[in-house]
């Protein structure tokens, strides 16, 4: 029994330490402090220290060194710059080779969501690395369905990061490809 | 385009994904899929409406 805890106790210490060294959950960008504790003040995440978090590959794409995963920065230059039903959106996933790559598919929900940079709006995320989406008021689908409402899959507002959900049969959003992360 | 087909029988919707798969919805889960939007709605009618007072406090 006492091995098994030692085992469980290695285990815990060993992904802290990747966590803090090779990242974990991201900034959210608020430098701000409206109030001594909150969001501004302690901002908490990766990259520790205010480095730099993406890489542009040059090729059409970005990596997050907070979460591991390749994104496409610009979906139009990959063919994927017009909105589309879920399941269109999940196949030209699917069926993109880009940049040398052939296994891209739809971000979930927590992934969409980690590019979100909440110091910013229109769209809520580095344009430095990520295109301007050709309208900020239409979402980007992600994989995810909405457990309360499986008629519609959760989705992200470019606009401000607001996950909502749309409707799957009949709601047309844009998409972003994404490769890599954890299985 | 992949299609998305919707019947309405026995009491439930039916929705087949274009993999076949069959997807039931009862009244039940509809109701309280709606209620969820209505409260999302209701927050967003709150929002808009203490901005309008700002804004018309501002004149």
């Known amino acids: ?183 | 385009m992949a299609k998305v087909t919707v019947e309405y029988k026995d009491g439930k919707k039916i929705v087949t994904l274009p993999s076949g798969e069959k997807r039931e919805h009862t009244k039940e889960s509809l109701t309280s899929a709606k209620d969820m939007f209505l409260r999302r709605r209701d927050k967003l009618n709150e929002q808009i409406a203490l901005i309008d007072d700002d804004i018309k406090k501002i004149g």
């Open chain 1, 1 to 183: 029994m006492d091995h098994i805890k030692h085992q469980k106790k290695n285990r815990i210490i060993t992904r802290v330490n990747e966590i803090t060294t090779e990242g974990g959950l991201p900034k959210t960008g608020q430098t701000m402090i409206y109030q001594m504790g909150d969001d501004g003040y302690y901002q908490m995440g990766y990259p520790i220290g205010g480095g730099q978090r993406f890489i542009d590959n040059g090729d059409g794409t970005v990596i997050d060194t907070a979460t591991g995963l390749m994104w496409v920065k610009d979906p139009q230059a990959a063919g994927l710059g017009m909105t589309m039903y879920w399941y269109d959106a999940i196949n030209a996933c699917e069926n993109l080779i880009y940049a040398g790559h052939d296994d891209w598919r739809m971000p979930n929900i927590n992934e969409l969501m980690s590019l979100v940079d909440h110091s910013r709006y229109d769209p809520a995320w580095d344009t430095m690395f990520f295109a301007y989406p050709p309208d900020t008021w239409t979402p980007f689908w992600s994989s995810t369905v909405c457990a309360p409402w499986p008629d519609g899959a959760w989705c992200l507002y470019p606009y401000d990061g607001y996950k909502t959900s749309w409707g799957i049969p009949w709601d047309m959003c844009y998409v972003r490809p994404v490769r890599g992360g954890q299985s």
